[in-house]
């Protein structure tokens, strides 16, 4: 583990020789990880921001390869951002294209099963939670990930994000590369070996894999000889680890043959979230979304989503690389610049969570009353200083109005009422 600026990242090696030392505006710190599809670095801009950099294997001399690679990576970027990594920014022109996108600190799924073992209990639906919450929100943007697996799930500070979606597709789903084809197949659909049509419910299949991946430490079709595993997603039922029941029927019927049988994105995620007492009513995909993106980030005392290791302050190392600069602990993600933002804000964290609070606290019982008990004080002061009716009433009205707005405006900014106890 590196550690630059202060702060180790996980999995973060010095730049190769003969690595690219900027991408853009981006200062290149060094590499996250290489897969089939190039090389991830560690970027940062002036301002600190900092960001993942994926330099993309791709030739784009060709019009179609680089018109589709372009449509692909416009429609990642629309995709709402809950509990997924944004995609912020392609560089299409050079010869070296790469895509940039949130850097989320922490470590990938497969690193913290591989280096801490099995991911259980409350961590474990919340893994479930968040990632299907990412998938519903990637699929309602039309948009298929074609490459979920453990490797492409980020376990940030505030629960697991999805990242790389939308990026296969950009680069061709069909794949050539050994290597990567290693990596990958245990989380394929049958389909995609079939060369069938390949749309959302691969993603689902993906998901499934993924979650027992999580739950048992090992895919549930293995990972041995390729062709062997081909064979068994083809043909064998999975092998699971044992998971709670709701959790383990609902991974079977997502590691269904045949697409049509597996439940789509928004489906998992509605099975997924009955079993929490807070929902209990069909939602809109937006609340859905929004419950999602909460609950999976949502910190419970007993069970927490494992952290990355605590980040106190460190010398600096003398890298050729990386120029001189203060020391800057790492944060969640950067605040991309406000020209590579996408457009939807982060909900939960932001003006979303103030209005689902000012909604609750507009019907909050022991505000309404003590409203009405400040209104009827006014009132009945205005009535002693006029010893009127009219602006007795109206000295009322305006307390009610005034304690009602003040109440509301404190909940956004705050939080607090309906949760009472
Ligand atoms: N947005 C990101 N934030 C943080 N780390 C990232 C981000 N994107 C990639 N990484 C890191 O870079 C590593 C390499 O990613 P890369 O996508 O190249 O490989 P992969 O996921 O193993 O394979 P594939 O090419 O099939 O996606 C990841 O394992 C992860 O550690
Ligand atoms: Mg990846």
């Not at 060369?195 to 998901?207: I, K, R, S």
Request: overall charge neutral.
């Amino acid at each position: 583990m590196a550690e630059l600026a202060g702060a180790p990242v996980p999995g973060l090696t010095r730049l190769w020789t003969h690595d690219p030392t900027t991408a853009g505006r981006y200062r290149l710190l060094g590499r996250l990880g290489a897969g089939g599809q190039g090389v991830v670095y560690l970027g940062e801009d002036d301002a600190g921001n900092r960001v993942a950099v994926k330099v993309v294997n791709i030739d784009l001399s060709d019009p179609r390869t680089r018109s589709q690679f372009v449509k692909e990576i416009a429609a990642a970027r629309r995709v709402a951002p809950f509990c997924t990594a944004q995609v912020l920014f392609a560089e299409v022109n050079g010869e070296q294209p790469y895509v940039v996108s949130e850097f989320i600190e922490g470590p990938t799924l497969h690193r913290h099963v591989r280096e801490r073992g099995p991911v259980t209990g409350n961590a474990l639906h919340r893994l479930a939670v968040g990632t299907a919450t990412a998938l519903a929100a990637i699929h309602g943007s039309g948009v298929v990930h074609c490459d979920l697996k453990p490797d492409n799930v980020v376990l940030g500070k505030d629960g697991p994000r999805v990242i790389d979606f939308g990026i296969a597709r950009a680069l061709g789903v069909t794949e050539t590369a050994s290597s990567r084809v290693m990596g990958t197949t245990a989380y394929m659909a049958p389909e995609r070996f079939r060369n069938d049509a390949v749309g959302p419910p691969c993603d689902v299949f993906a998901w499934a894999a993924t979650i027992a991946f999580a739950a048992g430490g090992s895919p549930p079709f293995g990972s041995d000889s390729l062709f062997a595993v081909m064979h068994r997603v083809l043909h064998d039922p999975p092998e699971l680890p044992a998971l709670p029941p709701v959790l383990d029927e609902l991974i079977r019927e997502c590691l269904a043959k045949d697409p049509a049988d597996r439940p789509d994105a928004e489906r998992v995620l509605v099975r997924l979230l009955r079993q929490d007492a807070t929902v209990t009513a069909p939602l809109p995909r937006e609340s859905l979304l929004e419950v999602g993106n909460d609950t999976a980030g949502a910190p419970t005392p007993n069970h927490p989503l494992p952290q990355p290791a605590p980040t106190a302050p460190q010398p600096r190392p003398t890298s050729p690389h990386a120029p001189a600069r203060p020391t800057v602990p790492l944060q969640g993600p950067p605040t991309p610049p406000a020209h590579l933002t996408a457009v939807e804000p982060r909900v939960g964290a932001g003006p979303g969570g103030a209005w689902r609070r000012i909604r609750g606290e507009a019907l909050d019982a022991w505000g309404i009353s003590t409203a009405i008990f400040l209104g009827s004080a006014g009132a009945a002061a205005g009535y002693v200083a006029s010893s009127a009716i009219g602006p007795a009433a109206a000295a009322g009205a305006v307390a009610f109005v005034v304690v009602y707005l003040v109440r509301l405006l404190v909940a956004a900014a705050v939080g607090g009422g309906p949760d009472r106890g």
